[in-house]
């Protein structure tokens, strides 16, 4: 069974950076696109990050175009999101999710997902 645990300091100040990442247990890592996701409070998910299986290639939403960094080390099985200037409107709880090639849905395995809190 596939397996996404987040991990991540949960607050910093306005300004501030942090990096969420996300280990992936169970399954080929290396074989998986991986993305990042965003819900804030009242709001839908939010799509924000991706990196292909191999990491050639990323892609960052426009909100975090800038700012945010995706990358992974495929020898940890891990997945990174590293977020620079950090504003209030950033506060969301933060999942991973692993697109497996051979499945059909955008992103077919989530992890529990992390809180982020951005304080003014």
């Known amino acids: 069974q596939v397996q996404l645990v987040e991990s991540g300091v949960g607050l910093v100040q306005a300004g501030g950076s942090l990096t969420v990442s996300c280990v992936v247990s169970?399954?080929?890592?290396?074989?998986?696109?991986m993305g990042w996701h965003l819900q804030a409070p009242g709001e839908e998910r939010e799509f924000i990050a991706a990196i292909t299986a191999t990491g050639s290639s990323t892609w960052i939403s426009l909100a975090g175009k800038g700012r945010f960094a995706i990358s992974r080390d495929n020898g940890k099985n891990t997945v990174y999101l590293r977020m620079n200037a950090l504003e209030p409107s950033d506060t969301a709880v933060y999942f991973c999710a692993a697109d497996a090639p051979d499945l059909p849905a955008d992103f077919d395995y989530w992890g529990q997902g992390t809180q982020v809190t951005v304080s003014s």
């Open positions: 169970g399954g080929t890592f290396s074989k998986y696109r």
